[in-house]
């Protein structure tokens, strides 16, 4: 039976859940959701609650919910992420537990304890892997199935969770936005492609950018800005956005790749991007966070780090210093 719990004091998640089943059980056919603002300024937009429902029974599908299932969402339900959780646990008539969204959810003594009696999806954004791990060496196997989302995971995460993972726990990494009504593509932990959901494909563009194909969707397909290498129809490898890439000198460079060779290896938070430049015509450029860092390293020394990760044509050829980065509330990157 579809039953809410709320595990943690708090009103602001809980008054964020009750608006949102008061819109569902609205004669609207749609229920107004934002976007992320991730490539731009967030955005209200109308989702239809029949999309929203395919969405949830596709991943109900894939991870097996069902009427005796337990999920727990540690996410706001003002975002598609929370919102989904709650259509998920009606359509498979169970039961959905929420908390006070923090990285630290699981030291609540009320969470923990219905963690250790067994959840079968979990949603969290990167920034809450910490005590994702705190978790899993605690109660091992207690959750059945992960899915991260909202930006991307960091190599040395990735790696941790890969380590403390049990052989009966599933952590995925997902692929979609609020226009898909979440997720339509997960990506096991340790792999490189991401997989369609039940009910959705993929086909590429003339720009090598992504396009979904979902016939049980009202919006039919969506094309996306994301540049992939389709493997097949329903899997493919992420690349970068088409918006991010740099044409220096002719050459294509995809910014999200640099930062991946990168990653761990600067004593900063940096960013690459592109610069308008007279002789390439854009200039990869290293965007570097201030701090005391700077007191010890030069942006010399940045290049040569660089320099020992990257090929000749990816080394930055300029670097900027910003005092502080823009996140979204996910801890997405918005790049300036």
């Not at 030291?107 to 963690?115: G, I, K, L, N, T």
């Not at 899915?147 to 692929?175: D, N, S, V």
């Not at 396009?211 to 996306?224: D, H, K, N």
């Amino acid at each position: 039976m579809f039953n809410t719990v709320y595990l943690t004091d708090e009103s602001g998640y809980r008054r964020d859940v009750e608006e949102f089943l008061q819109q569902w059980q609205s004669e609207d056919d749609f229920i107004i959701a934002h976007t992320s603002g991730s490539t731009g300024k967030p955005k209200e937009i109308c989702l239809r609650k029949q999309d929203m429902r395919v969405s949830a029974r596709a991943t109900n599908r894939r991870f097996d919910i069902c009427q005796s299932s337990r999920l727990l969402c540690p996410l706001s339900a003002s975002y598609i992420a929370g919102k989904m959780m709650i259509v998920r646990a009606i359509e498979a008539d169970c039961e959905v537990a929420f908390c006070r969204p923090s990285n630290s959810f699981l030291q609540s003594p009320a969470v923990a304890s219905y963690v250790a009696e067994g959840i079968d999806l979990l949603p969290i954004v990167p920034s809450q892997s910490p005590t994702l791990l705190e978790s899993l060496s605690s109660t091992p196997g207690a959750v059945r199935n992960v899915i991260i989302g909202g930006a991307a995971i960091p190599t040395e995460t990735e790696t941790a969770l890969l380590e403390a993972k049990p052989e009966r726990t599933g952590i995925f990494a997902t692929y979609g936005m609020t226009e898909t009504c979440s997720h339509v593509a997960l990506r096991p932990l340790g792999t490189e492609p991401f997989t369609a959901m039940p009910v959705v494909s993929f086909i590429l563009d003339e720009r090598g950018c992504l396009r979904i194909v979902a016939p049980e969707y009202s919006f039919r397909e969506l094309q996306t800005n994301d540049i992939a290498s389709l493997v097949n129809p329903g899997s493919f490898i992420w690349r970068g956005r088409f918006d991010n890439v740099i044409n220096s000198g002719g050459i294509k460079i995809f910014p999200e790749e640099l930062e991946k060779k990168l990653e761990g290896k600067l004593p900063c938070r940096f960013y690459i991007k592109g610069e308008n430049d007279p002789k390439w015509g854009e200039a990869v450029t290293l965007v570097v966070e201030k701090g005391q860092w700077e007191e010890s390293t030069t942006d010399d020394e940045l290049i040569e780090i660089c320099r020992q990760h990257l090929s000749h044509y990816e080394i930055p050829k300029r670097i900027r210093h910003l005092e502080k980065f823009a996140t979204t509330t996910s801890g997405k990157l918005k790049r300036s």
